[in-house]
């Protein structure tokens, strides 16, 4: 199969705060140094690693650092990764908004882009115009423009306000109708990044779907960046997880985000709070993905940091969105944690039985306390995936069911 795009070492350097080197003679210097003794550019050899949680030692920064993968024609890639991983600026170097610093970029095909809500689009123009502004630039002519502009149109479900400005349309309606141009006008290489979070949820079903006949129907290639893992899971074939902008994890998708999600299990990474008298030291789950109707078995150590007579524990299950799905804790199970001396380390199972969590990733905070006051309490510092099983496989997908929780019934 041929290869539609190719990293070859790309990486991305910036400068904090300011814009070039600072000084005219460090610029003389770099432009001399490169241009006309053709050697390498000397302030490519500092720079610190891009991890946005720690104070920079360098002026510089690597956005991107050594990218270097290839992907193959039709097929889909899922780019995860946490906030400021760099995900954004390696589909900006896709899409020729920015240039790389080293390295090279190949890419087979002409790419439709949808990276920032109204990219490409002209405020003062109308959606209508818009369109044929966006396939021009694709190099598409007025007749192959105009032969899907109704369905650019019913699809992004704008046409009352087709003929409007753009400037007068809310950012969900930008997005959707900058989603269909990108998809109907047949790029070869679509690439999209978390902007669909802006739709609504009867979109985002429709965006994936499209996505999906783009690739399987089509042929076409789609990198997708996202960070829900259930649609990630949906659409994409392979996933390439990025971290501090270096490729951490590059395969296939699952592996990939079961690789993403038990990296996530730390205690030292999330916001806490608490008055510190027992703290939590370390937590370990029995996987990062469950199948539905699973146990899920958690190990939390704690310490206490002065004398305490009661300690509860909990776990709050929230799905993707924030929404709270369940509460588990050892007080509604008739469970005490016994007194605790100051110095004491005690490590607490929790096994919660026959997951019925419908197919999708989840997250879920720890709190110890006792009913009066709280010790410790770290928001998110669990994330696992629930899978389907046998039994549900064809009535329970992430994007159909009616309910975050699976329920068994029987008819006669």
Not at 368 to 377: F, H, Q
Request: with cysteine; proline share 2%.
């Amino acid at each position: 199969m041929a290869t539609a795009i190719e990293f070859n070492h790309v990486s991305k350097q910036y400068r904090l705060g300011l814009v070039s080197t600072r000084t005219l003679s460090h610029d003389l210097n770099r432009w001399w140094v490169v241009n006309v003794l053709g050697k390498e550019d000397p302030y490519l050899k500092i720079g610190s690693v891009n991890d946005r949680s720690k104070k920079a030692d360098s002026e510089y920064v690597w956005a991107l650092k050594d990218i270097d993968f290839k992907v193959e024609q039709g097929d889909v890639i899922g780019i995860i990764g946490r906030n400021g991983a760099g995900k954004s600026t390696l589909l900006k170097l896709l899409s020729k908004v920015t240039g790389p610093t080293t390295g090279t970029i190949k890419a087979k095909g002409r790419i439709g882009s949808l990276l920032e809500v109204g990219t490409g689009f002209h405020p003062e123009m109308t959606g209508r115009e818009n369109i044929y502004l966006n396939g021009a630039i694709l190099g598409m002519t007025k007749a192959e423009i105009s032969r899907k502009l109704d369905e650019i149109i019913d699809f992004s479900g704008c046409e009352r306000y087709i003929d409007t400005p753009v400037k007068r349309y809310s950012s969900g309606m930008t997005v959707r109708l900058g989603f269909a141009v990108a998809a109907f006008l047949e790029p070869e290489i679509l690439v999209v990044d978390e902007v669909l979070a802006v739709g609504d949820a009867e979109f985002q079903k429709k965006a994936i779907g499209k996505m999906q006949d783009v690739s399987q129907g089509e042929g076409r290639t789609v990198l997708f960046v996202s960070h829900n893992m259930a649609s990630i899971q949906q659409l994409c074939r392979h996933g390439i997880l990025l971290k501090n902008g270096m490729v951490e994890k590059v395969g296939d998708v699952g592996d990939v985000v079961d690789y993403y999600l038990g990296g996530m299990k730390t205690v030292n990474d999330f916001n806490r709070s608490g008055n510190g008298c027992v703290r939590i030291r370390d937590l370990r789950m029995s996987s990062a993905t469950v199948t539905l109707g699973d146990d899920l078995e958690i190990e939390v150590d704690l310490e206490a940091v002065k004398d305490i007579e009661m300690v509860d524990i909990s776990f709050d299950i929230k799905d993707e969105v924030g929404a709270q799905i369940a509460h588990v804790t050892n007080y509604d199970d008739k469970y005490s944690i016994p007194y605790m001396r100051k110095g004491e380390k005690k490590t607490v199972n929790c096994r919660i039985k026959n997951i019925n969590l419908a197919p999708g990733c989840y997250t879920s905070h720890i709190w110890i306390g006792n009913p009066y006051t709280t010790y410790d309490n770290i928001l998110s510092c669990i994330r696992f995936r629930v899978t389907q099983n046998e039994l549900f496989i064809k009535r329970i997908t992430p994007y159909d069911s009616y309910s975050k929780v699976v329920l068994q019934s029987e008819w006669k």
